[in-house]
Nanobody, 124 residues
């Protein structure tokens, strides 16, 4: 079992920045990739970013490429999502997820556990 706890969400004006964190505890001794997804009201959950266990490989949704950066600190079992130039359309609940594989994935069903989510609201 593993527990994922997201933090760092909040209310920010358009053009602003936020950094989300996701701390993993429990079963963290295995190789694992992690990802960020988001779900806006009345929309399906969508992929945002993912990172391999080593941190050497990352991937981003087209909508956030160039604005968001995913990173990880394996010593702290924590991943981060730095979000710059935020737009109102980035408003959503952001979830982190863990996958017990060294390679990242972009589809939600490929992840094994999920956090409870953190709300990000971008005002215009």
């Amino acid at each position: 079992q593993v527990q994922l706890v997201e933090s760092g969400g909040g209310l920010v004006q358009a053009g602003g920045s936020l950094t989300l964190s996701c701390a993993a505890s429990g079963r963290t001794s295995s190789l694992y990739a992690m990802g960020w997804f988001r779900q806006a009201p009345r929309k399906e959950r969508e992929f945002v970013a993912a990172i391999s266990y080593s941190g050497g490989s990352t991937d981003y949704a087209d909508s956030v490429t160039g604005r968001f950066t995913i990173s990880r600190d394996n010593a702290k079992n924590t991943i981060y999502l730095r979000m710059n130039s935020l737009k109102p359309e980035d408003t959503a609940i952001y979830y982190c997820a863990i996958r017990y594989s060294g390679a990242y994935a972009t589809r939600s069903y490929e992840y094994d556990y999920w956090g409870q989510g953190t709300q990000v609201t971008v005002s215009s």
